[in-house]
């Protein structure tokens, strides 16, 4: 004999299931709205970052100690990572070259691999995990412990004074990061270069650079530039807009590592297929 449901169980089952159903689409809903909520911030907050760049009173000094600062974190870093580079690439190419018989075009190949791609890309990748911790955890630091709130009420204008010297310091040094990163790249790979072998530096010098065009400069540095300038911006807009509570800093540091990171693998993306079209 079947069962008889009764039709006050069928009727709260119903009500339940849709209720059940509605939450999960006014859920889905907040989280679309968030995002957009999320990127219109985030493009408030360039159009502010933009138009105090241009603005009559720039913080010169501002600039220039976080540009000191910047340099001065990441030296030691950017040193010992161009140098790994430089090694790992011509240690790595040398038993494949020396097969196809073309190990004069070892330092030629490295040269360009070191300027074109890898030094770019992994110096920015490094200063996003420097740079951008560090600039996330200070704002959001500042944030935390009202400072920033406090020069909002005294009519001081804190992406001015705090935001913009940031960003331009990070625009204008990662590029001469890049720079010193591929310079001591290829002294690494002269170092490996005469592991296993007797090359000349200035012959070694000649052949490295024998192949090397100042078009292929221009990419490298225009693209590092980019980075700079989304490393800065991520590092201030998570530090800026972090919550208000202790763990809240930590959050905006990790964020701002990670986001920046991605942004440096895709604007090196876009990069590279604008290049190839134009090159």
């Given at each position: ?11 709260k089952?119903?009500i ?10 006014i ?10 909520i999320d990127?219109?911030?985030?493009f408030?907050f ?11 009173e720039?913080?010169?000094k501002?600039f ?6 910047i340099?001065?974190?990441s030296?030691?870093?950017?040193s ?5 580079m430089?090694?790992?690439?011509t ?5 494949i ?9 070892l ?13 770019p890309?992994?110096t920015?990748?490094?200063?996003a ?5 560090s600039m ?5 630091s500042?944030?935390v ?11 001081a ?5 705090l935001?913009?010297?940031r960003?331009l310091a990070?625009?204008?040094m990662i590029?001469i990061?890049c ?9 690494g790979?002269w ?9 000349n ?7 490295a650079f024998?192949?090397v065009d ?17 490393i ?10 972090a ?7 930590g ?9 920046a990171?991605?942004l440096v ?10 290049t190839d079209?134009?090159?």
């Open positions: 004999m079947k069962k008889i449901i009764p039709i006050d169980k069928i009727k089952y119903a339940n299931k849709s209720i059940e159903v509605s939450n999960k689409s859920e889905s809903t907040s989280k679309f709205s968030r995002i957009l990127l219109a911030n985030v408030l360039i159009i502010r970052v933009f138009k105090n760049t241009f603005s009559k720039f913080e010169f501002e220039i100690k976080q540009c000191f600062q340099g001065n974190k030296f030691t870093l950017i010992i990572t161009g140098i790994i430089g090694l790992v690439l240690i790595q190419s040398r038993p070259l020396v097969k196809f018989g073309a190990l004069n075009l330092p030629n190949m490295v040269a360009i691999s070191l300027i074109r791609e890898m030094g890309v992994i920015a990748l490094i200063c995990g420097k740079i951008g911790s996330g955890a200070e704002l959001g500042m944030r412990t009202e400072q920033i709130d406090a020069l909002e009420v005294s009519s204008n804190p992406i001015k004074f935001i913009v010297p960003v990070a625009t204008l590029p990061l720079i010193y990163a591929d310079a001591l790249g290829i002294l790979s170092v490996g270069a005469n592991i296993k072998g007797d090359l530096f200035v012959l070694f010098i000649s052949q024998g192949k100042f078009i292929d400069f221009i990419p490298a540095v225009i693209k590092s530039f980019f980075f700079g300038a989304v800065g911006l991520v590092g201030c807009y998570k530090g800026f807009n919550g208000r509570g202790t763990e809240s800093v959050i905006a540091a990790n964020t701002a590592v990670v986001t990171s991605f693998i895709l604007v090196d993306l876009i990069a590279v297929q604008i079209l134009l090159l």
